[in-house]
Structure formats: structure tokens, C-alpha cells
T-cell receptor, first 115, second 111 residues
Framework: EAQVTQNPRYLITVTGKKLTVTCSQN?????MSWYRQDPGLGLRQIYY???????DKGDVPEGYKVSRKEKRNFPLILESPSPNQTSLYFC??????????????FGPGTRLTVT | GQQLNQSPQSMFIQEGEDVSMNCTSS?????WLWYKQDPGEGPVLLIA?????ELTSNGRLTAQFGITRKDSFLNISASIPSDVGIYFC???????????FGKGTHLIIQP
């Protein structure tokens, strides 16, 4: 089944404790992206990757890191989480933005709480 | 960046009613996408539009790409309980070739 998977689905952590949220897609998509969703603010892009070893900042990158060492994986790293990073996070992928395919497919989400 | 205004913010309707919602942008788009998000899940792509004036259906859902290329509409006919959720419009923008999303229309169906 074609899908985007994220782990963990739920995470409660404390301020300053490094964490990684994994994202994997099995559709051979070139483009991958991370979003956060907050009440009243909608979906905002954190980072994206056009292909392996190519990543760039989205609209709200502060406090986050990403890497794209393999095509299928795009982990989101919070080196020192803070309470304002409490949010619902989504990973998404699409075939190729360069090919004018904007149809992004989303993972199930990771609900992160930082205390 | 791009601004997408989606309305209404929420809708309270009776089962069986038709639903209409729309999205406008501050600039011209060459693509419009409509997503639905169920509680606790990620957004799911419903319809993609690539041409001004295009009208595309997916079951009881119909979406239109506005002629001005600055708006799009989503209609749901004969709503059923499983239509409950948040509907998002999206278009190109946000982080070089990414997507910009509207803030969503929350659809609530009253029994």
C-alpha cells in the first residue's frame, strides 16, 4: 500500500531533550516536506527536500533540523525542544514539484507535547 | 507569502444538505488542491485542479477552478455523517514550490 508513515504518533517530552520524528514514504517520491498544524494558524511548512541531500527552509524552520540521506526517509530533528514546539506535525511527499505535481500525500501525524 | 482565504470558517448543517465552500488567493494560481482532514488523521487529497474553469468531480464532491485563477470552490451534495471534518484548500507557494494552505472549513453535521 502506497503510504507515508510517521513515528511516533504521540510523544510527550521535556524541554531541552533532543528528539527525532521519523518519516518514510514508499512511493519513490522526490519531494518531501514537514508541516506543523496549530489551532487558528493552519498548516505551516517547516522544511522541505527536493531530493536526496537537498533540503531547504520553509516558513517556520527555527528550532528544527532535517536530513535527507535516502530518498524514502526524511526525519525531523528537534535538538532542544521548547514548549512553543508543542504541535501536531505532518510529513508529506509528492512525485516531483519540479514536474509541476503539487499533489502531496500526508502521513498520519505526530502529536508532540513539550513540557 | 501567498495568502489563502477560506470561507466559511465552520458550517453546521443537517444531514442530506448540500455544502458549498470557497477559497480565494491574493495572487494567480495555476493549481488548486482540496484536502479533507478527519479528526486525528492527516489531510487526504480529494481533488486536484490544473486549468482555469475546470470542473472536477469525485463522487458527491465537485470542485471548480475559478476563471480568474484566484479562487476555487468545493461543493458536497447530499451530505452524510462521514463528511464531517476539516476541508482545506491549497495552492502553490510557501517554501519554493511547496504548498500554501487555507485555514480550513470545519464541517459539522447535525443529526
Amino acid at each position: 500500500e502506497a503510504q507515508v508513515t510517521q513515528n511516533p504518533r504521540y510523544l510527550i517530552t521535556v524541554t531541552g531533550k533532543k528528539l527525532t520524528v521519523t518519516c518514510s514514504q514508499n512511493m519513490n517520491h522526490e519531494y518531501m516536506s514537514w508541516y506543523r498544524q496549530d489551532p487558528g494558524l493552519g498548516l505551516r511548512q517547516i522544511y522541505y527536500s527536493m531530493n536526496v541531500e537537498v533540503t531547504d527552509k520553509g516558513d517556520v524552520p527555527e528550532g528544527y533540523k532535517v536530513s535527507r540521506k535516502e530518498k524514502r526517509n526524511f526525519p525531523l530533528i528537534l535538538e532542544s525542544p521548547s514548549p512553543n514546539q508543542t504541535s501536531l506535525y505532518f510529513c508529506a511527499s509528492s512525485i516531483s514539484i519540479a514536474g509541476a505535481s503539487y499533489e502531496q500525500y500526508f502521513g498520519p501525524g505526530t502529536r508532540l507535547t513539550v513540557t | 507569502g501567498q495568502q489563502l482565504n477560506q470561507s466559511p470558517q465552520s458550517m453546521f448543517i443537517q444531514e442530506g444538505e448540500d455544502v458549498s465552500m470557497n477559497c480565494t488567493s491574493s495572487s494567480i494560481f495555476n493549481t488548486w488542491l482540496w484536502y479533507k482532514q478527519d479528526p486525528g488523521e492527516g489531510p487526504v487529497l480529494l481533488i486536484a485542479l490544473y486549468k482555469a474553469g475546470e470542473l472536477t468531480s469525485n463522487g458527491r464532491l465537485t470542485a471548480q477552478f475559478g476563471i480568474t485563477r484566484k479562487d476555487s470552490f468545493l461543493n458536497i451534495s447530499a451530505s452524510i455523517p462521514s463528511d464531517v471534518g476539516i476541508y482545506f484548500c491549497a495552492g502553490p507557494g510557501g517554501g519554493a514550490d511547496g504548498l500554501t494552505f487555507g485555514k480550513g472549513t470545519h464541517l459539522i453535521i447535525q443529526p
